[in-house]
């Protein structure tokens, strides 16, 4: 047996003692006990855990990413680029961008701190708002899997936003997450903690316009809405054709919260998405929706968990999912409906649409329902190209490659039609033209940019 | 003179999943010209429009059709179409997610008929109004939850805003109502004219008295087995095909 030296910045004990450094002491103990977790945790296996059967990463060799990029370039093309995306979409947004150095940007907060909503980095939030970050914290155990424990040890930056009492923020907050350069690990993080009656739309994007170099993204989004809250989330991942991204999305909605959850997953060679909402309080409703274009050899990993715990909760879930290629998609979706609740209704709705005869996708919802008094259904279709749509089209003069854009976008649309932001619908109309159209992404090199 | 352009179908043959439908048709239909094609049931003149039009389905396996002086069988559908060819369908197929208005403007730039914007919804909308549909067509899914009758009108609005050169019009006058029937045969009618040739297969000759047809043929058995004018439908209208397909069969090959 061989021994590895630590290689300089790598995911190791040294980047958590980095990170413990300065850390108020609940935070450093905390994520202490998570690298001692994610030590001992074994990696997921397709043949020991359920939600890992079709997706393999035991090529993923963890440590020999790197944390910390030490004394390489800014990323100022970077953030300048993530910027932009926010412009096209939502200008108006205020704008909260990390890198592995961690918070790099923030932008445009002015109309919201004037409504007393925070809007720092979880580092900051750790020091003047122990409380509201320990609570977001607590729905995202480290000892939960080797993923979330990696995530507690070594997330940097990130975007954390409170809500106060009441307060309907006038305008989005958009958090960017971005990378560059090969070997690069980030530990994305987003937070948003909604007091009782406020309410919030949150942009949440994930992208490496540098292009498709080998990195690591381990992200967590713990979301916490109060009573009566109204959370709107977006949520975009984008990373380059190299990145392995695993991420943890998982709100928790108090009574009579509303969630409107919408992601759409384009990048990544190799994504484990869980979006989980937890129906905590009486009256509590959530809608998730998805779009998903996979194409190359892409490996796209979707788990949802709609969990109702309180009585009269609903949740619906819809997640389109077009591939291509040798482009493969993972759907896995549970309903869980707690014994005390009762007159509940929960939803789910998974399409799947073939584009290549070497793509591949499937979906399996499951139902556990302890409660007598529910609604639940789940609906599962995958298909090609329907060729008489085709002939259709092409009758009119439309050439076949056009007549595919148009029923792919076609088939996505009643699920870009759920986004609840108008600018991000329309870039997500447009990103998803270029990804049909197999345009690659215009970014920045990233031989000058590590960031 | 010369010759406008013209359909020309002779001795096709087409098989469906390995069976003959067409066994030898011969056609001619210039520009400036409305035939009306009949048959009984079975008789192929569902399979002679997808065929002519190129459906991947329809497998040609004798004979040539052509357009314009261009042979037809190599083209794909899309290719055929921008070379002037339109079929409005007897079953119109739904494209959800796909509005009526970004279709037909996706379809005009396919033909090189690109209208600035205002120009478009202004031509669209009085066609619109034409064929009585309402405006909110405009922003519906191609055919997605409409009625029989509102399908058929949409494939006629295609036909006013495309403005091919060669139209098979599949039994675009059955499942409709007598005011429906008007509605649409006007809309037809509108388009009627010397650049525009029209194949119009029914099974009825109702229409036939709104479109007066230039001539009449009969298939049967994948095969014209009579041509004529007018007085043929009215012939077929009141005693029915028998007669017609019992001297056709009863004449030498």
Redesign the interface.
Known sequence: MSIQLPIAGAVGAAAVEARRAGAPAWLAERRSAAWEAFTELPMPSPQRDEDWRRTDVSELRLEEYIADPGTAAAGEALLQAMSQLRLRAAPEAAFVASTRRGLRRREGTDMLDAQGVIICSLDDAAVQHPEQLRRALSTVPPEESKFLALWNALWRGGCFVYVPPGVEARVPVWAAHTAAGAGAAIFPATVAVLDDRASLTLIDVYASPAGDDDMVSVAATPLVLGEGARLDYCLLQQWGMGTWHVATHRASAGRDARLRFFGATLGARLQKAYWEVLLDGQGAEATLTGICFGDGAQHLDHQSLQDHRAPQTRSDLLLKVAVRDEARSIYGGLIEVQRRAQQSDGYVQNRNLMLSRGARASGIPRLEIKADDVRCSHGVTAGHI????R??????????A??DR??V??????ALDRCPHQGVRELLTELLDEEIAGHPVAGVSSDEDVA | MPERPTLVVEGLHAAVEGKEILRGVDLRVPAGEVHALMGPNGSGKSTLAYTLMGHPKYEVTGGRAGFDGHDLLPLSADERARLGLFLSFQYPTAIPGVTTVNFLRAALKALGKELPARQFLQTLSSEMATLKIDEGFRARYINDGFSGGEKKRMEILQLAVLRPRMAILDETDSGLDIDALRTVAEGVNRVIGEDIGILLITHYSRILEYLRPDAVHVLHHGRVVASGGHELARRIESEGYDPILGAAAGAPA
């Open positions: 329907d060729n008489d749509q002939f259709y089209l092409e009758s009119r003069g439309v050439p076949r056009e007549a148009l029923i976008r076609g088939f996505m649309q009643d």
